[in-house]
């Protein structure tokens, strides 16, 4: 299905960049990840939700697009994307679309009233059950249609967090941090269950591990033995001993499997500073920056010379990217590498308001010396001199 070579050697140099930079080991440039999203079939949202065709077709159009237009860093990938609570309609939710043709799916009620219930719930079949069987199959169309040539996300599984929060509801999820703890851990160990589930069927359906981005929605690729993603959006909503005691435990089943990669929260960030107290220790984050961007500076310390931060910006205009990626060096830079992960809407590009070469080659200028600011000659993450 492809009308376009992949240059595969060039990719496989971006990838060793990658590899490079989640090790902190020194480089000559921060990578700066430009995405021109493409869509000259016109086509919603809900277009692309209901037929994997379509959805394949816009993803191999961008892959084109951004090779064309973008002159390094860009690694291709394929985002297979049915929204992120396939899970909870698996588990019996009614998902509810809204009237707007580009609204993503959210799910209708609850699963149990009380959390006291967790006891009763019984495990998604991801071959069987809701969206799911779906999703697996736009899996394989996409690998199997590129001839696992371009790597593809795993589902949006939303994280144990936001599961439970649909099982349960928000009060009674939050309350029974204080008022039930054992029924929160169960509930948060059965979401875990399931993510795990759909995961192992996901990868079987991408033909293993080494054919996904991460085990989640992330369309960044990850390098090999840190594949591991969780989503934990509700922690920016409690406080660190809860992140502790709750987020924590559960996550790690996912990193300990599928290796230490980065755990997603759009912000903000109350509990960045256990961020990465998993085990195994986490390699990052990935952010959104408009909601996490106040925090950046307090990333220093818990991040120093070990944690990579991934934000993600929609272009405004090169002037609003040139400045927001100003603010992230100046935030982090000498102590943490952030990669900015930018996408860009085509028809801004066809309308003449982002020369993406250009933006590219000033960002990178940025980036070479955030590069130099990291790694002074004789310099390391650790130190310098010795």
Not at 19 to 37: A, F, G, Q, S
């Amino acid at each position: 299905m492809l009308d376009f070579d992949l240059p595969t050697a060039e990719i496989e140099k971006r990838k060793q960049l990658i590899r490079d930079v989640w090790e902190y080991k020194k480089v000559d440039h921060i990578p700066v990840m430009l995405t021109v999203n493409s869509n000259p079939y016109g086509y919603t949202v809900h277009d692309e939700l209901f037929s994997k065709e379509k959805q394949l077709q816009l993803r191999l159009a961008t892959i084109k697009r951004t090779l064309e237009l973008v002159p390094d860093d860009y690694i291709p990938s394929m985002w297979a994307n049915v929204g992120c609570v396939a899970i909870e309609n698996a588990l019996g939710l009614e998902l509810y679309y809204g009237q707007s043709t580009d609204q993503m799916p959210y799910v209708r009620g609850h699963v149990l009233e009380r959390i006291e219930d967790v006891y009763t719930l019984k495990p998604v079949d991801p071959y069987r059950d809701g969206l799911l069987p779906e999703f697996l199959d736009r899996v394989h169309y996409f690998v199997e249609q590129t001839d696992h040539q371009i790597p593809v996300t795993c589902l949006d599984m939303n994280g144990p967090m936001a599961i439970a929060m649909d099982i349960v509801g928000s009060e009674p999820l939050l309350a029974g941090m204080y008022t039930h703890p054992d029924e929160v851990k169960v509930l948060l160990d059965f979401a875990m269950d399931n993510i795990l589930a759909v995961t192992e069927a996901c990868l079987e359906a991408a033909g293993g591990l080494e054919y996904v981005t991460s085990t989640d929605f992330v369309w960044e690729w990850f390098p090999e033995g840190k594949k591991g993603h969780v989503s934990d959006d509700l922690c920016a909503m409690y406080k660190p001993e809860f992140f502790k005691e709750f987020s924590i435990p559960v996550n790690n089943r996912a990193f300990e499997r599928y290796g230490p990669g980065t755990l997603h929260n759009c912000g903000p960030n109350p509990c960045l500073g256990y961020y990465l107290e998993h085990t195994p220790r986490i390699s990052g984050v990935d952010l959104d920056f408009k909601c996490s961007r106040k925090d950046l500076p307090k990333f220093r310390e818990p991040f120093r010379g070990r944690g990579i931060i991934y934000l993600f910006l929609e272009y405004a205009s090169y002037d609003q990217v040139i400045a927001d990626y100003g603010t992230i060096i100046e935030s982090l830079a000498p102590d943490v590498i952030a990669i900015p992960s930018i996408s860009i809407p085509e028809e801004r590009v066809n309308a003449g308001e982002c020369d993406v070469k250009r933006l590219y080659e000033d960002l990178f200028k940025m980036s070479t010396d955030y590069a130099h600011r990291m790694w002074p000659t004789g310099c390391g993450p650790t130190g310098c001199g010795g």
